[in-house]
């Protein structure tokens, strides 16, 4: 039984009251990346007695998270979000039950994950992740609810719920096409102000309460945006129409059976990713050449050998590349695989291309761990 004092406030809401913090604590909610959106989510859902929490995130925590990413603080880089997370979390509030998943979620397990949850909160950072979510959720008929930054702008919906008309929208609603890699820069390339995804979290968590709880309006088939240079904020509709594309999954096997690395663009037949566990080793390989396709004033620099061709530069540059085996290589891993693509095109199957999965990031983060 929780502690009625801790929630007084609630208790005392017009509107709210006893009723609605028993929802709360009988609730199960699904975080889904324990990021920038993830941590304002997780510690006001903690906070507001959800009884039932689970945090997905395979990732650590490093020192440019900090900026924004504030349930952590320096003593935590190295350590697994998830881990970190629930320390703080299970402090904040003893009387909430947390489960953790110290893995990505994929096709293959994100039906056992989900199934166990009453709501989805999407706070990842990827489209190839959202795309996912947003299909098992429509399978298992879970309410989704998303969030996404850019630089000074953000983006809330809530996707999956019928609204009082009796229709339902999803992201393949909203974005029926994943962009090209690399047309959409995440915050490692283009930078985000630190209190936005604050800001969004916070959006996000007020609206699973509300779904939880019954209470106000919640952003059901509809999209909010927001600039926070201007505070001009924007509700849009979002079209409802039936999903009929052969490619999209409508069945747990279709769904499990599913590259959504490779729907996104994230992947191509024929072109390697290496983790960064394998790259030291891979950059050894006879007759192998690694390329940085970032500009050239971008730190830090990659300790084997290598040559630097902006991406913007390297079809006209192709003639430097004399070796067979070839890695590219970026900063957070969308650049190489754009890179990667035009190699291949270029210089055909005869050449064996591959690029450094999670990029320059991801490779310092095993190195130091």
């Known amino acids: 039984m929780w502690n009625t004092e801790r929630y007084d406030r609630h208790i ?20 889904i990346g324990a990021g920038g959106l993830g941590c304002p989510v997780l510690q006001y859902l903690t906070a507001a007695g959800v009884g039932n929490i689970g945090i997905v995130d395979d990732d650590r925590v490093s020192l440019s998270n900090l900026h924004r990413q504030i349930l952590y603080n320096s003593d935590d880089i190295g350590k697994l979000k998830t881990k970190a997370a629930f320390e703080r979390l299970n402090a904040m509030n003893p009387e909430v039950h947390f489960k953790i998943f110290s893995e990505r979620i994929i096709s293959q397990n994100a039906v056992n994950i989900v199934s166990e949850y009453d709501v989805i909160v999407d706070c990842t950072d990827n489209f190839a992740t959202r795309y996912l979510l947003d299909d098992v959720c429509r399978i298992l008929e879970k309410p989704l609810i998303f969030g996404a930054i850019y630089q000074y702008e953000g983006q809330i919906a809530v996707f999956n719920i019928r609204n009082k008309e009796g229709f339902t929208t999803h992201y393949r609603n909203l974005f029926p096409e994943p962009p090209n890699p690399g047309e959409v820069p995440d915050c490692n390339e283009a930078g985000v102000l630190g209190v936005l995804p604050g800001v969004i979290g916070t959006l996000q968590a007020t609206e699973a309460i509300k779904l939880v709880t019954g209470i106000g309006e919640p952003l059901i088939n509809k999209l909010m945006t927001i600039d926070i240079l201007s505070y001009q904020t924007a509700v849009f509709e979002i079209p409802s129409f039936n999903l009929t594309d052969e490619s999209i999954p409508y069945s747990i096997e279709e769904f499990e059976n599913m590259n959504y690395q490779l729907h996104c663009g994230i992947e191509f037949a024929g072109i390697k990713n290496i983790s960064p566990s394998e790259f030291k080793e891979a950059a050894k390989l006879p007759d192998t050449i690694v390329i940085d396709v970032r500009k050239p004033e971008e730190q830090p620099k990659v300790d084997v050998p290598y ?63």
Not at 12 to 31: M, P, T
Request: hydrophobic share 35%; net charge positive; with cysteine.
């Open 307 to 369: 040559i630097s061709i902006p991406l913007s530069q390297l079809k006209e540059n192709v003639s430097q590349i004399n070796n067979r085996n070839v890695i590219v290589v970026c900063q957070s891993g969308k650049r190489s695989l754009s890179g990667a693509k035009i190699l291949q095109e270029i210089l055909g199957p005869e050449y064996s291309i591959s690029h450094l999965e999670g990029g320059i990031n991801h490779l310092n983060k095993e190195t130091h761990e």
């Open 12 to 31: 005392k809401l017009q509107g709210f009251g006893i009723e609605a913090q028993y929802k709360l604590a009988s609730a199960k909610i699904l975080v």
